[in-house]
């Protein structure tokens, strides 16, 4: 892992923000894992249920990685059963909790952090429990250690609408300034709040990220709008099949869209 930091190459890039895949990566979107009496936004999962999750993954032949493994994976071609995990915000129980049971899986993940909140909290959870980010050495050594580190903008913006200034400094200063403190390029973003539009996706790509994640399935879908599927506290085995099925679903449906709007 340290290896593929420090000689990272170049993702093959397949088509722009405009260029759509038939078929989509499966990838889980998480958030926090630890133990919260009080959780309004359904963000956090118990550290129990997070190894039951995992064990459920391991036990039908799934492999977690981070996002940049998943699209190498694809782009050249191979067929192994692996699923992206992604951990927004950047929560400091994501050093604590959740790798080192990755790492007793053999599993990987990407953390997308807030450049300009390190080591603060989660203020624009304003109804939520204040919760510590990841500090500015926390993640360093994560980055260290070989764990992808992304983008999730400067100040956790929703990029949709933003004047076209400020919306290039959520995505390009974010870059530079994490790319100073881990002393190479970052090439994943994650949109706040999942929010995307065409001139977000664009904007996200002229900063020079390699791919970008969303939430939902849009007609954006593709290399810098990948959707995820949400997992939370309360799924447990039959819940995350279900998931996994309307994942595969939602592309069927996507790609009516793409061509009802196409005619």
């Given at each position: 892992?340290?290896?593929?930091?420090?000689?990272?190459?170049?993702?093959?890039?397949?088509?722009?923000?405009?260029?759509?895949?038939?078929?989509?990566?499966?990838?889980?979107?998480?958030?926090?894992?630890?133990?919260?009496?009080?959780?309004?936004?359904?963000?956090?999962?118990?550290?129990?249920?997070?190894?039951?999750?995992?064990?459920?993954?391991?036990?039908?032949?799934?492999?977690?990685?981070?996002?940049?493994?998943?699209?190498?994976?694809?782009?050249?071609?191979?067929?192994?059963?692996?699923?992206?995990?992604?951990?927004?915000?950047?929560?400091?129980?994501?050093?604590?909790?959740?790798?080192p049971v990755l790492r007793g899986y053999g599993f990987t993940a990407?953390?997308?952090?807030?450049?300009?909140?390190?080591?603060?909290?989660?203020?624009?959870?304003?109804?939520?429990?204040r919760k510590p980010l990841l500090s500015v050495e926390q993640v360093?050594?994560?980055?260290?250690?070989?764990?992808?580190?992304?983008?999730?903008?400067?100040?956790?913006?929703?990029?949709?609408?933003?004047?076209?200034?400020?919306?290039?400094?959520?995505?390009?200063?974010?870059?530079?300034?994490?790319?100073?403190?881990?002393?190479?390029?970052?090439?994943?973003?994650?949109?706040?709040?999942?929010?995307?539009?065409?001139?977000?996706?664009?904007?996200?790509?002229?900063?020079?990220?390699?791919?970008?994640?969303?939430?939902?399935?849009?007609?954006?879908?593709?290399?810098?709008?990948l959707p995820r599927c949400y997992v939370g506290d309360r799924d447990?085995?039959?819940?995350?099949?279900?998931?996994?099925?309307?994942?595969?679903?939602?592309?069927?449906?996507?790609?009516?869209?793409?061509?009802?709007?196409?005619?």
């Amino acid at each position: 892992m340290v290896a593929e930091l420090v000689h990272r190459p170049q993702l093959p890039r397949q088509g722009g923000a405009t260029a759509r895949w038939p078929r989509a990566p499966w990838i889980l979107m998480y958030h926090s894992v630890a133990v919260e009496e009080e959780d309004p936004y359904l963000l956090t999962v118990s550290p129990d249920r997070f190894a039951a999750q995992l064990r459920w993954l391991a036990a039908r032949g799934w492999r977690g990685v981070s996002i940049r493994e998943l699209l190498r994976a694809r782009a050249e071609g191979r067929r192994e059963r692996l699923v992206g995990l992604t951990f927004d915000d950047g929560y400091a129980d994501f050093a604590g909790h959740v790798v080192p049971v990755l790492r007793g899986y053999g599993f990987t993940a990407t953390v997308f952090v807030v450049a300009d909140r390190l080591g603060g909290d989660n203020f624009w959870d304003a109804e939520g429990p204040r919760k510590p980010l990841l500090s500015v050495e926390q993640v360093r050594e994560l980055a260290r250690s070989g764990w992808e580190i992304g983008s999730h903008g400067m100040s956790h913006l929703a990029l949709p609408g933003l004047p076209a200034g400020l919306l290039r400094s959520e995505v390009r200063e974010s870059r530079r300034a994490l790319s100073e403190l881990l002393g190479g390029p970052v090439g994943g973003f994650c949109y706040p709040y999942g929010a995307v539009d065409e001139p977000a996706a664009r904007a996200v790509e002229e900063a020079g990220y390699d791919y970008a994640v969303a939430i939902g399935h849009s007609t954006l879908a593709g290399r810098f709008a990948l959707p995820r599927c949400y997992v939370g506290d309360r799924d447990g085995a039959w819940r995350l099949r279900a998931k996994r099925g309307r994942c595969g679903l939602r592309d069927v449906v996507t790609e009516l869209r793409r061509r009802g709007e196409q005619r």
